[in-house]
């Protein structure tokens, strides 16, 4: 079982910045790919941006350019930071992990999702 707990969330100005953290505990040693998605309101959840095992970072269309992802593996800690946020990026930021374990013969998997912090950008 991994557990996950996001903070940095709140109220910012447009064109602000706001970094989130996500803080993994538990069988973290499993842990893959971690990843921000959000959820606007009314809308579906979407992939804000990934965090590979290997290393490579993945970003929605939308926030490439403003929001960073990176990763501290002795903190068990993912991280996005946000800059020149914009209204439209108003949503609730969920934070998921990956776990792959087993063996070749016997691979097992399974997603976990943070409870959520809310962002809002508003003047």
């Known amino acids: 079982q991994v557990q996950l707990m996001e903070s940095g969330g709140g109220l910012v100005q447009p064109g602000g910045s706001l970094r989130l953290s996500c803080l993994a505990s538990?069988?973290?040693?499993?842990?893959?790919?971690m990843s921000w998605y959000r959820q606007p309101p009314g809308k579906e959840r979407e992939l804000v941006a990934a965090?590979?095992?290997?290393?490579?970072?993945n970003y929605g269309d939308s926030v490439k350019g403003r929001f960073t992802i990176f990763r501290d593996y002795a903190k068990n800690t993912v991280y996005l930071q946000m800059n020149q946020l914009k209204p439209e990026d108003r949503a609730v930021y969920y934070c998921?992990?990956?776990?792959?374990?087993?063996?070749?013969?016997?691979?097992?998997?399974?997603?976990?999702w943070g409870q959520g912090t809310q962002v809002t950008v508003s003047s």
């Open positions: 998921y992990a990956h776990t792959s374990y087993g063996s070749v013969e016997r691979p097992y998997e399974d997603d976990y």
């Open positions: 538990g069988r973290t040693r499993n842990i893959d790919t």
């Open positions: 965090f590979t095992g290997s290393g490579t970072t």
